[in-house]
């Protein structure tokens, strides 16, 4: 097979979770551009709207559902429209989280459960149902999950305890599913972006932007193009021998 083909996503299907704006838009324009239709859900539709119309600019099939996953009964529904729409899904991205700043002895349980919810049992549910349902009876698939480098260790200044945590929960769920899942033909793995602007990182960035810079080896923070090579990898066949493992893309910043 040659090098080109390996790469080729044409007629997969795949499902981004938080697919409206940032890292998970870039991610499924890459998939996109690469052949595959993308199913993207967000939960406000405005910005659902304008990164489907993107998308369609750039002649990616789209499927755009609103959806909050943090409301777990509405998965199963949220895995049947893109069922019915494109058929069973290839592969899925993990990719929609959120964060909560505040010093650990004053945390508010609001706040690591807002975290946890979304970030670790909403990721978990829908691997669950996407897995059941398209992946297992097929024996094929491509998790990809998007942890942080903020769950490969602490931090002094950021104060975001209940995300770094379920960042590192994402990070072993990947080893532990692609361990069950590799007799089913499964790829589970994860990425684990550094600093990049986005609408999450914002308040962190504005308070740690040349100090971040300062500590990264290749001296920027991670740009608009830089999550479409990793994760067209490991959604295609390119990758096939892979599972279980973390990439951090972020410019170098953990061996510095």
Known sequence: MSV????????????????SRGLGLQMAEALGEMGAKVAITARRQGELEEAAAHLRSRNIEVLP???????????????EQVVERFGD???LVNNAGTTWGAPAEDY???????????????????????GRRCMIPRRAGKIIN????????????????????SKGAVVNFTRALAAEWGKYN????????????????????EKIAEEAIAATPLGRLGGEEDLKGAVVYFASEASRHVTGQYL?????TRIA
């Open 186 to 205: 499964i790829n589970v793995n994860a990425i684990c972006p550094g600093f990049f602007p986005s609408k999450m990182s914002r308040g962190v960035l």
């Open 108 to 130: 508010p349980a609001d706040g690591w459960n807002k975290v946890m919810r979304l970030n670790v049992d909403a990721l978990f549910f829908l691997t669950q149902e996407v």
């Open 65 to 79: 559902i609103v959806g909050d996953l943090s409301q777990f009964d509405t998965i199963p529904g949220l895995v």
């Open 89 to 91: 899904i290839d592969i």
């Open 146 to 165: 998007i942890a942080s480098i903020a769950g490969l260790r602490g931090s002094q200044r950021m104060q975001t305890i209940a995300y770094n945590t």
């Open 248 to 252: 951090a893309v972020d410019g170098g």
């Open 4 to 19: 080109m083909k390996l790469f080729d996503l044409t007629g997969k299907v795949a499902l981004v979770t938080g697919g």
